[in-house]
């Protein structure tokens, strides 16, 4: 007599969400992993293991973008770029 069957379905525990992309941000030392069913994940990362990981030819897998590899600047200067400029007021005369 076989075994029986583990059930299949909802119970079952499931893999990993397949990721679509990860994101390297180099300005903020924020790592994005983009999952295909939606979700978002973000931690930080060390600059090395991603140049390291920039330099490697990968093939097949997530699609993987680095941003902001030219700056070096604190997360005050970052927040400072990402803020609307604002508008100087009409004078009056």
Avoid: H, W
């Amino acid at each position: 007599m076989d075994p029986p069957k583990p059930p299949s379905g909802p119970d079952q525990p499931t893999s990993s969400p397949k990721i679509k992309t990860i994101v390297f941000d180099f300005a903020s030392g924020i790592r994005t992993v983009y999952n295909a069913d939606g979700t978002v994940e973000e931690d930080s990362f060390e600059r090395d293991a991603a140049e390291k990981l920039k330099s490697g030819k990968t093939s097949g897998g997530p699609e993987i973008k680095f941003v902001n590899k030219e700056s070096k600047v604190d997360a005050n200067t970052t927040l400072k770029r990402a803020l609307p400029t604002p508008e100087p007021a009409a004078r009056q005369d």
